[in-house]
């Protein structure tokens, strides 16, 4: 487990160390504590020393059922769900709490979205003239996740357009995986959009603050990307489809082959199956030229089956 505490005021500043006692805070700045952890029982221990409630430190342990924020005696809590396509699980979890002056990010090691987040707060302190607070840090939270999720669909477009529809190269295995990323990614807006779209996500949105135009906007972008997300799981089945339909061309033509192959010398082995009979009573085994004259209609059936096949079009 790493901790990591960033303290915000006009700009960004990394502590030395991974534990803040309360009273070495200030009022007027805020604290982000980014907490990377393999196990959600191990961050309770760590919390512990904050008061935080306890309802949320139980429901910590359950991320998947609690994507809706909800808010406990002015704490905030809620799960935003995040997509990593790295890891053998896409689908993870992002905790945040928020407090007073304090916004607790807790998420799993592989997942590098605290990464960017701190560097959009860090831009966005030095840009901004008015003071930040936990609202306008959690928004840059979510539209950092959202800038992640737009460049990776991006990325999937084209990896889409690079696969070889070749029957021959083509390999499954790349499409299953692709297509079990993609539902996963789908999996992730769907529970952003109702993260976002329910009390009390959606207050902000609505509320006369200045931050309502900010979480407008994300909700905004968040069906962009949704869309987008669909039209791309629309061109991977269209590729796929497309594949099928060279398999099964390729399959005709194969079939094509061996039925002109059968077509030619079902008749010639008929032919050859009578004239192999061993009876005594066959005129045209006593025939000077029999041999010949049975060979010249094998090869005038074998020619004329080729002319009836090659005018009816079955070699185009």
């Not at 139980?58 to 809706?68: A, F, G, H, I």
């Not at 769900?81 to 407090?99: Q, T």
């Not at 902000?204 to 135009?213: E, G, Q, R």
Request: charged share 25%.
């Amino acid at each position: 487990m790493a901790i990591r505490i960033f303290e915000i005021s006009d700009k960004v500043h990394e502590w030395d160390r991974d534990k803040l006692e309360l009273n070495e805070t200030d009022a007027d700045k805020l604290y982000l504590v980014d907490i990377t952890t393999t196990s959600r029982s191990e961050v309770i221990q760590i919390l512990e020393m904050y008061p935080i409630h306890e309802e949320i430190l139980e429901d910590l342990q359950t991320p998947q059922e609690n994507l809706r924020f909800q808010v406990i005696r002015n704490q905030t809590y809620g799960e935003l769900a995040f997509f990593n396509e790295k890891s053998e699980s896409p689908l993870a979890y992002l905790g945040v709490i928020g407090m007073d002056n304090f916004l607790f990010l807790i998420h799993e090691t592989h997942n590098n979205i605290s990464k960017d987040v701190l560097k959009g707060v860090s831009e966005s302190v030095e840009v901004r003239n008015s003071g930040i607070n936990l609202e306008f840090i959690l928004y840059v939270v979510v539209l950092e996740m959202l800038t992640y999720y737009g460049q990776l669909i991006i990325k999937y477009k084209s990896q889409i357009e690079g696969i070889t529809l070749d029957p021959d190269e083509f390999d499954p295995k790349i499409f299953m995986i692709k297509r079990k990323h993609l539902e996963s990614f789908s999996s992730v807006f769907e529970k952003m959009y109702f993260t976002l779209n329910f009390p009390p996500g959606n207050d902000l949105a609505k509320s006369d603050n200045s931050y309502s135009v900010y979480f407008n906007d994300l909700l905004k972008t968040l069906e962009t990307l949704q869309r987008s997300l669909d039209r791309t799981e629309a061109q991977l089945d269209s590729v796929y489809e497309h594949h099928q339909l060279l398999i099964q061309d390729k399959t005709n033509k194969r079939i094509n082959l061996l039925t002109i192959i059968q077509v030619i010398f079902i008749p010639m082995t008929l032919l050859t199956g009578i004239y192999g009979m061993n009876f005594k009573n066959m005129p045209e085994l006593n025939s000077q030229n029999g041999y010949f004259i049975v060979l010249g209609a094998i090869l005038a059936m074998g020619t004329g089956s080729l002319l009836v096949l090659k005018i009816r079009g079955w070699f185009d």
